[in-house]
């Protein structure tokens, strides 16, 4: 073996093992982007109505553009649930991975019990409920309760809602 | 399928990908790494293919592939990532093994001596153990869940495996630490086994008593103190770790148990308090071993200053320093270094063999394979749903982080040199087999996980309404 063919040999071989790297860290981070293909439980990512009486959901059309006449509601704008929405009624909204939340979100960044969304005087006020990674409106990590102002988006773990009028 | 028609045709996700295919072509890769690394050896040494060399990889790649078949067979949606990097870092230990192997025989060919019995062979049969233990686990175990009804039981063995070295007939102290126990000119470490079965403990004993520990009475300084009453656990761990300390003479296994206890905690109740508690409570026993034990001030003085000692206590961390400069950013190639200089090469040391011969770029892919290996083990953690998978998880993981942290720590002289094995490369029955058990273990818990949901539970399909688009 010539010396030549032995440094070929030895830059492939950390080739060989940079490549099975490579491989690895290109095939997670298509596993992080599509977490949903390998989680499915058919019963997560639904949104329940709220345990107080509340208006009876009716069959939601997946057209998000129907919500709008029914009164104030809450719309996922991305996520996995995008386009799901919940109608605000007198009742609290809950938001987490906790199954009996009002929205179970299935998202490892969100926390069992995360937020809720309660009728205050001066509209709909949100509430981190000590979750690990925070509730955050428009940018900013809200540590008290604090007013949702309409079409404002209010970011939970990987998803994002936003209160409709 | 058991679901309602009425209910929601959509909400069946497309098929499952279970990414066995991708961990099948890693495995390939990972075997062909191993051909290659044993190839480049063989010629660089001047030693020529050994006769035996096609068996032997043959062998090797017969392991992997009834790994993989199992896996494909009891656990079809685990993590496709375990199984694969597991394999490879064992092969490369293999192929490091080997390389070894050479520099010993050629050593004595020189001096006029015998030939010395190779490793390789025996780390081989072991990894086939290992492989056969691991085979095992997945067949019998097809809940973990199970293990938490023996949570107890698994505490007290393990805390009885941790102490069998210190039995009177079948203890065995090597190189100064009881670590092993003889029976029949057959040698083991106990405290490999018990590192599983003390995860399992504290993974299920945390799961009950976590509300009760998460409680904050008084604030000392701002700092959130746990009540005194829910300090008992800490310090019963903690005097296990010391005892450990003191009648077996072993840093490392000292360390490694009371950090992954701390760790548990804090994942479990969320209080950092107890990681600062934990930091303290180290502190002082790190004191006091500094104070009491003549081998854990050596420990210290040879890492601050290695080449004051380079003749005495400091020469192994020194030859090591050495061989990672010698190797630099593309190494020397493997066959080309002088990684027999250093003590215990094949063991403790194996990292500044791959480190002079594979230079920066190798070791830090290997650390890279540790890093993925342990942020999969985490994320299994963080997806699985009931409170014992997510610890279990957890602790067995931080096992890994905490080994490879105290041993690549100590060889690169970050942090005092402390005995442990690396994980998967060291020659070591014991350590390979256990770790492999941790992979089989993480493999359960993470394919039920990620499996589609047998049946949803049919009460409530009344009530729900999927609004997914």
């Known amino acids: ?165 | 399928m058991s679901t309602p028609a009425t209910a929601h045709p959509v909400a069946r996700p497309p098929r499952q990908r279970t990414r066995r295919g991708l961990e099948l072509i890693l495995l390939i890769l990972a075997w062909g790494i191993g051909v290659l690394g044993t190839q480049q050896v063989a010629w660089a040494t001047g030693e020529g293919l050994h006769s035996r060399f096609w068996i032997t990889a043959g062998v090797v790649g017969a392991l992997a592939l009834i790994a993989h078949i199992i896996v494909r067979w009891r656990v079809p949606y685990a993590d496709p990532f375990l199984l694969p990097i597991a394999t490879l870092l064992t092969i490369l230990g293999l192929v490091m093994i080997y390389r070894l192997d050479v520099a010993a025989l050629q050593r004595a060919e020189r001096n006029g001596n015998p030939a010395p019995t190779p490793d390789v062979y025996n780390q081989l049969t072991w990894y086939a153990v290992a492989v056969l233990l691991f085979v095992l686990v997945l067949l019998v175990l097809r809940d973990h869940r199970i293990l938490q009804r023996y949570t107890y039981t698994f505490g007290l063995l393990g805390v009885i495996l941790l102490l069998l070295p210190l039995a009177p007939v079948i203890g065995a102290t090597v190189n100064g630490a009881t670590l092993w126990v003889r029976v029949g000119g057959f040698t083991f470490q106990p405290a490999e086994a018990a590192k599983i079965l003390l995860a399992i403990f504290f993974a299920g004993y945390l799961v009950v008593t976590r509300d009760s520990l998460a409680l904050v009475r008084t604030k000392v300084l701002g700092v959130p103190l746990p009540r005194a009453r829910d300090l008992g656990p800490i310090l019963i761990v903690w005097m296990v770790s010391l005892g450990v300390l003191v009648f077996e003479r072993d840093l490392g296994t000292s360390l490694l148990f009371f950090g992954l206890f701390v760790c548990m905690l804090y994942i479990a109740t969320q209080r950092w308090s107890w990681l600062v508690l934990g930091l303290l409570l180290f502190a002082v026993g790190a004191v006091f071993a500094y104070l009491a034990f003549g081998h854990v001030r050596t420990r210290v003085q040879v890492w601050l200053d290695p080449f004051a000692f380079s003749d005495t206590g400091g020469y192994q961390i020194v030859q090591s320093l050495y061989g990672f400069a010698n190797g630099g950013l593309f190494g020397t190639g493997l066959g080309r270094g002088y990684p027999e200089l250093v003590p215990f090469a094949n063991t403790d040391f194996i990292m500044s063999g791959l480190g002079e011969e594979l230079g920066l770029t190798g070791a830090i892919g290997i650390m890279l394979l540790y890093a993925i290996l342990i942020e999969r083990g985490l994320r299994i953690a963080v997806s699985v749903r009931d409170p014992f998978g997510q610890l279990l998880s957890a602790g067995l993981s931080i096992t890994l982080a905490i080994q490879v942290f105290v041993i690549v720590g100590g060889v690169t002289r970050l942090i005092p040199l402390t005995g442990l094995t690396t994980p998967f490369l060291s020659y070591g029955g014991s350590s390979l087999v256990a770790n492999w058990a941790i992979i089989a273990i993480l493999l359960v818990i993470s394919n039920r996980a990620r499996r589609p949901a047998p049946e949803s539970p049919a009460s409530d399909h009344v009530a729900t309404q999927v609004v997914r688009r």
């Not at chain 1, 069992?112 to 979750?131: F, M, N, T």
């Open chain 1, 1 to 165: 073996m010539t010396e030549f063919a032995l440094t070929l040999l030895r830059l492939a071989f950390l080739g060989a093992l940079w490549l099975f790297i490579i491989i690895t860290v290109i095939a997670l981070r298509r596993d992080l982007m599509q977490p949903r293909e390998a989680r499915p439980a058919p019963t997560r990512g639904s949104a329940r109505p709220p345990k107080p009486a509340k208006p009876p959901k009716q069959p939601r059309p997946p057209k998000p553009a129907r919500h709008a006449k029914t009164g104030p509601s809450l719309l996922v704008t991305e996520g996995p649930l995008a386009a799901t929405v919940i109608p605000l009624g007198s009742a609290q909204v809950t938001i987490g991975r906790a199954p009996d939340s009002t929205l179970v979100i299935d998202d490892d960044y969100a926390s069992s019990r995360h937020a809720r969304i309660y009728p205050g005087d001066d509209g709909w006020i949100v509430e981190d409920l000590g979750s690990t990674n925070g509730t955050w409106v428009d940018r900013n990590r809200i540590t008290s309760p604090t007013i949702l102002p309409p079409n404002v988006p209010l970011r939970i773990g990987r998803t994002t809602l936003q209160l409709q009028r």
